[in-house]
Every structure is written in structure tokens, then in C-alpha cells.
């Protein structure tokens, strides 16, 4: 009988004992109570608590917590009616404020957040509501967490996941939408248009002027050629004007055949002639040019400082042109 009485009591001493140890998972926070009060938090690992003297409270997730925001319609600033819905993520950090600051923490960071929620997008028009998400949701995060630090909880990101206007409000958008893009895309034809006139006009004036400096250059190299085809003539009159003072009566043939020739060549050049009748025998002709040819041998007879004492051999017999009588 006493080995039976021991043995049973082995057992409830080893049953008190297990009763007794608190395994705690990482990531929670167990709240311990002494006959329903709280007295002190379990971390993760073992931990010994007397059984019937001590027990857990509440099991705290410690690990950082999604909470969906249901769907719901939002009446804007200006009276449009939308859907939204969000997500909310949070952290608790003190495991005693939240298990007994507030009894159902998650429904009533929810609630907080649904209407918050409603209250910032309440405030503004559609158009805000569509492109500031990150001001909604920087506005719902700041206003969610000091509500919450109370209760131990630390609200890391609220984020809006979708708004959703109405099927006609969509519509007027788009159409919004469409005639902003054609009013810029007339914009940018325009000004493509007025880069395309002020490019071309600037081309014409490069072009313009680039012809005048064309025709400035131009001018002064005919006025070069002027003048020095000026200076040759003037030369030419000199060299014949000496050669008929030192009594050469065969350079004012040269000098008058030559005009003879420049005229014959005009009545030949002429558009309006069809039959040339010379007035002279193609002999005079002949004996002209033979008496520049004269005038030719002379000069390089004189040029070349031998036989200058000898006379030129006598000139066949010919008739006598039209001009040789004048300068005899």
C-alpha cells in the first residue's frame, strides 16, 4: 500500500510539474496571472510558473501582423461616390498594453482604420483621391499610429489598395482623358510647325546671305579682271603709241587692223544676221594681216639684237589694202 500511495504521488508531482513549465514559442509573448492578475510577461524559451498559483492570460503574436480593411464606398469632397479598400501592417511591441488596453485588438485597429479612412478621403475630390495615394496613406498612418501607441501597437504601413469610381465617372475620364492627349498632341504639331517655319526661314537667310557674299566676291574679281585687262590695254596703247612715234608706220596698221577684225567679228556674232556682205575683197584683208605680220617680224627683229643693221627682204607685189595709204 505505501509503494501504490508513493507512486501516485510521484505521479501528481511529475503532472503539478509539467503542469508548471511554460514552453513559449519565438515570436509570442505569453501574459501571466496570479489569480487573474496580471503579474508578469513569458518570453520565448522555458519558463516555470507554479501551477493553480499562476496561468496564462493571453498568447501575443509579437511578429509584424497584415490586417485586411474591407471594402466600403467613400463619399468624396465633391460628392463621388467611391470603393476603396486597404491593408493594414502593425507590430506589437509591449504584450501586457495589448491584452488588457483594449479587448479585441484586431477589430478595433480595423474599425480605427475604416474610419480614419473615410474621414481623409472624405476630404478631398476624386482627382486627389486618384493621384495621392502616398498623401492618404502617409495621413492614415500617422493618425492610426498615435491612436494606437496606447495600446502597445506600433502601425508600420497603411496602404490603399484600390479605388474604384464609378462605371459613368470612369467613362467621363477617359473621354477627359482623350482630349487632353489630342489637345497636346495639336500642342507639339504646332510647335514642330513654327520650329519647321523658323528653321526654314533662317536657312533662306543664311542662304540669302551667303549669295550676296557670292555676288560681292564675284564683283570684285570682275573688277579685278577689269582692271587689269584695263592695265593691258593701256600697256598695248603704249607699246603701239611708242612704236608710231619712232616713225613704225606698220604698227598703225596693226592698231587699225585689229579694230577691223573686233568689227567684222560683231556683224558675225550678231542674232539678227543672216548673210554677212563684206564690204571689202578678201585680198585688202589679206594685205592687212600681212602688214600685222610685217609689224610682228620688226619687233622680233628688234628684240633679239642681231642683224639689226640688215633690212627685211622686200614684200611680194601685192595690191594695196584699205588702210596702208593712211599711214604713209
Do not use: C
Not at 462605371?167 to 514642330?192: F, H, P, T, W, Y
Amino acid at each position: 500500500m505505501e509503494a501504490i500511495a508513493l507512486f501516485f504521488i510521484l505521479v501528481l508531482v511529475i503532472i503539478y510539474l509539467m503542469a508548471s513549465i511554460k514552453i513559449v514559442r519565438q515570436g509570442y509573448h505569453y501574459t501571466i496571472e496570479h489569480f487573474g492578475r496580471f503579474t508578469t510577461v513569458a518570453r520565448p524559451g522555458f519558463n516555470f510558473y507554479p501551477a493553480f498559483f499562476y496561468r496564462v492570460g493571453r498568447k501575443i503574436n509579437m511578429m509584424e501582423q497584415v490586417l485586411d480593411i474591407p471594402g466600403q464606398e467613400i463619399i468624396t469632397k465633391d460628392n463621388a461616390m467611391v470603393a476603396v479598400d486597404g491593408v493594414v501592417f502593425f507590430q506589437v511591441l509591449d504584450a501586457a498594453k495589448g491584452a488588457y488596453e483594449v479587448s479585441d485588438l484586431y477589430l478595433a485597429i480595423m474599425q480605427l482604420t475604416t474610419t480614419n479612412l473615410r474621414t481623409v478621403m472624405g476630404s478631398m475630390d476624386l482627382d486627389e483621391t486618384l493621384s495621392k495615394r502616398d498623401e492618404i496613406n502617409a495621413r492614415l498612418l500617422t493618425v492610426v499610429d498615435q491612436a494606437t501607441e496606447a495600446w502597445g501597437v506600433k502601425i508600420t504601413r497603411v496602404e490603399v489598395k484600390d479605388i474604384r469610381p464609378p462605371a459613368d465617372i470612369v467613362n467621363a475620364m477617359g473621354r477627359q482623358m482623350k482630349a487632353e492627349r489630342e489637345k497636346r498632341a495639336l500642342i507639339l504639331e504646332s510647335e514642330g510647325l513654327r520650329a519647321s517655319e523658323i528653321l526654314k526661314a533662317e536657312g533662306q537667310k543664311q542662304g540669302q546671305i551667303l549669295q550676296a557674299e557670292g555676288r560681292r566676291e564675284a564683283a570684285f574679281r570682275d573688277a579685278e579682271a577689269r582692271e587689269r585687262e584695263a592695265e593691258a590695254e593701256a600697256k598695248a596703247t603704249e607699246v603701239v603709241s611708242n612704236a608710231i612715234a619712232g616713225g613704225n608706220a606698220q604698227a598703225i596698221n596693226y592698231f587699225i587692223a585689229q579694230k577691223y577684225v573686233e568689227a567684222v567679228s560683231q556683224f558675225a556674232t550678231s542674232p539678227n544676221a543672216k548673210t554677212i556682205l563684206f564690204p571689202v575683197e578678201a585680198t585688202q584683208l589679206i594685205g592687212t594681216l600681212g602688214g600685222i605680220g610685217a609689224l610682228a617680224r620688226d619687233a622680233l627683229g628688234s628684240g633679239s639684237g642681231s642683224g639689226g643693221d640688215t633690212p627685211p627682204p622686200p614684200a611680194p607685189a601685192r595690191r594695196r589694202g584699205p588702210f596702208e595709204g593712211a599711214g604713209q
